[in-house]
């Protein structure tokens, strides 16, 4: 796929800073798709190459499917919504006041965090992205739920580009849907700020059509007693990456940067994260969950980094796979670095297969061996998903878990 | 009701049954008795299909149908329970949806309806509450930070929900103070009929006490080398194993 070639051909209906897209073009040029280029080896893309990206070659076209269906299937709230379709903003809410809901097209803003020159994926989001969702909740607002809802119809790749930002004492749940048909890459770049005492909870699905590429990398920032409490459920694409960058700021923030991955088939998914500790007593925890099927293969990288300021620093991790095959595999890369004498920092692994007691156990009370599986699978996600504090948002992981569930050929 | 020929069994290249003759007629409560080692809980697992036991030579049919030829699951469909002797802890699982699984999984096997949570909630608190138990057993995970008592309750409130035909007690008593070791008792007097048949895996007479057998059968090293009455518990009792295994060696 020659992504510059892309660029060179609409560099001058592009919005925005043409100066920072042109160096972004500069950054992905001289560094690739990560795996891409023989010889040249990234340790942050260490289990993940994107080989298969720079091999497929997306033709823009006719309309695979209908957008409206397939927002039809995923299982939404009633709350407002934003909606990306191939990368452009086509809805958004009416009613959402006074949480401002924007599109990126409409003032472009490239925001403060991202990192073009060091992430070849943010690069190319950053040259190529046409539109996005920009929510602002003024200070001491609830702002309650906005689901964001990234959407592709079609082949092609598309780079939304969307902004959060969290006034003082603010608070707000965003919703985040990926979905789509065929075969395309969703690129995604989130900046996101929560500020002093403000509460974001960020709960993602990404359920995209298993011949697509996914890649989301996310940028908060959080201050004073703040909290960014994510959950990230991957279960869609042949290939993901979620890369969240979140970096404590303020005194007494937290990050929770959860996720569950259940994948099948040949799938690959990495969850990649990078905490930064950088002033005192902050909290990050981490629960990653991977349930891996078929040939199908999890990765999990997770850095907590504790500035030499950053002391009375909880930091936690734990990355846990259940294997439901002989050919899966996880591969899992904690790493702590800490400049800090008084921390208290922890991370753990574990790799397992179903428990046979357990399966007999259950077959003897009547319920058939694929019921439960399918019940200790639950049950190992079960952990994961007690993150998600929201009841109803819980309810709707569950579904599409479920229907994840079905469709596997165990 | 339970009819059992010859039955060999071994796990791994060990041989543990050595060929067992035992009929359970419907209606009626047998006791197995016996030193550890003897082969009491391998009976009790092939019995209801644990497939790490080889099954190498006889028959069981059970209700006419040959026993040995089903998965665990359609064993426990057609009316045969094993109490654990160690009941498994399922984290992740409430218990409360775990009965209900269970018991509808059997209903569904059986043409019958399943329940909806309100219905079965209705009937699992009846159970409890008879059993003793606290309704918070209920809604914690199954078996996970229950006492060894609290789990032998649990898996007596399986077999009063699940109605089995024929329940095999894997030594449901040991460790058991008398007030739990009578709810086992009481648990399945509750379902003594002429279409249920108890088989009682037990090292001692206390849980007879309540439980009374009609028939006692000795285990030894993989066979049944005694068969007798009620007396035959209180017999063993008294005089241990060791003239049986001298008469057997």
């Known amino acids: 796929m020659n992504f510059l070639q892309r660029y060179e051909t609409l560099v001058g209906s592009l919005a925005g800073d043409s100066a920072l897209r042109a160096a972004a073009a500069d950054a992905f040029r001289s560094a690739g798709l990560p795996g891409a280029t023989q010889g040249r080896r990234s340790e942050a893309w260490k289990y993940t190459s994107l080989r298969p990206l720079a091999e497929a070659n997306f033709q823009r076209g006719t309309a695979l499917a209908d957008a409206a269906a397939i927002l039809a299937r995923l299982p939404l709230l009633s709350a407002p919504r934003a909606v990306c379709v191939n990368g452009i903003a086509t809805e958004l809410p009416e009613a959402a006041r006074p949480v401002t809901v924007a599109r990126f097209a409409d003032a472009p803003d490239f925001g403060t965090l991202t990192w073009p020159d060091r992430e070849p994926m943010v690069a190319l989001n950053t040259m190529l992205t046409e539109d996005g969702v920009s929510i602002d909740v003024p200070a001491g607002v609830d702002g309650a739920t906005v689901q964001l809802v990234n959407i592709a119809t079609t082949s092609g790749d598309f780079h939304p580009r969307h902004t959060i930002r969290l006034g003082e004492g603010a608070r707000l749940t965003v919703l985040e849907y990926a979905a789509g048909a065929g075969t395309y890459l969703q690129n995604t770049v989130v900046e996101i700020h929560v500020a002093d005492g403000a509460h974001l909870t960020h709960v993602r699905v990404q359920d995209e059509a298993t011949t697509a590429f996914h890649i989301s990398t996310t940028y908060a920032e959080v201050a004073t007693n703040a909290t960014y409490d994510s959950f990230t459920l991957n279960l869609g694409a042949r290939l993901s990456r979620t890369e969240i960058h979140a970096n404590l700021v303020g005194t007494g923030a937290i990050a929770h940067l959860n996720a569950a991955q259940l994948l099948s088939g040949t799938q690959h998914a990495d969850f990649t994260s990078v905490v930064g500790h950088l002033v005192p007593n902050g909290t990050s925890c981490q629960t990653v969950k991977n349930v891996l099927a078929g040939r199908s293969r999890g990765v999990f990288q997770g850095r907590i980094e504790v500035a030499r300021a950053a002391q009375k620093t909880d930091g936690y991790q734990m990355n846990q796979a259940l294997l439901l095959s002989p050919d899966a595999e996880i591969d899992s890369k904690p790493e702590l670095e800490i400049f800090a004498d008084d921390v208290k920092c922890s991370h753990g692994a574990t790799i397992g297969e179903l428990d046979a007691e357990q399966i007999f156990y259950l077959r003897s009370r009547g319920v058939p061996e694929f019921e439960a599986r399918s019940l200790l699978v639950r049950a190992f996600l079960a952990e994961a998903l007690d993150a998600v504090t929201d009841e109803t948002i819980r309810e709707r992981l569950n579904t599409v878990i479920e229907a994840w569930w079905q469709r596997q050929p165990l | ?249």
């Open chain 2, 1 to 249: 009701m339970l009819e059992i020929n010859g039955l060999a069994a071994s796990i791994g290249d060990k041989q543990i049954l050595k060929g067992i003759d035992l009929a359970v007629p419907p209606g009626e409560v047998h006791a197995i008795m016996g030193p550890n080692g003897s082969g009491k809980s391998t009976l009790g697992y092939v019995l209801s299909g644990r497939d790490d036991f080889a099954v190498t030579g006889g028959s069981v049919t059970f209700n006419g149908a040959d026993l040995l030829s089903m998965a665990p699951e359609e064993r426990a469909a057609k009316g045969v329970f094993l109490a654990f002797q160690a009941p498994i802890e399922l984290p992740g699982v409430n218990n409360a949806n775990f009965l209900r699984t269970a018991l509808n999984a059997i209903r569904r096997a059986n043409g019958e309806d399943e329940l909806d949570a309100v219905q079965f909630l209705k009937r699992a608190r009846a159970e409890a509450k008879r059993l003793h138990m606290p309704d918070d057993m209920l809604k914690r995970n199954v078996n996970v930070g229950f006492s060894g008592g609290e789990k032998k309750r649990n898996e007596v409130l399986q077999m009063a929900l699940l109605r089995p035909k024929l329940a095999i007690m894997d030594e449901t008593d040991s460790g058991l103070d008398i007030d739990a070791l009578k709810i086992v008792a009481d648990g399945v007097n509750a379902l003594r009929s002429p279409e249920f048949s108890a088989l009682v895996i037990t090292h001692h007479q206390r849980l007879l006490d309540h439980l009374v057998p009609n028939r006692v059968h000795v285990l030894l090293h993989g066979r049944i080398v005694r068969s007798g009455g009620p007396e035959l518990a209180r017999e063993l009792e008294k005089r241990g194993y060791a003239e049986l295994i001298a008469e057997a060696a």
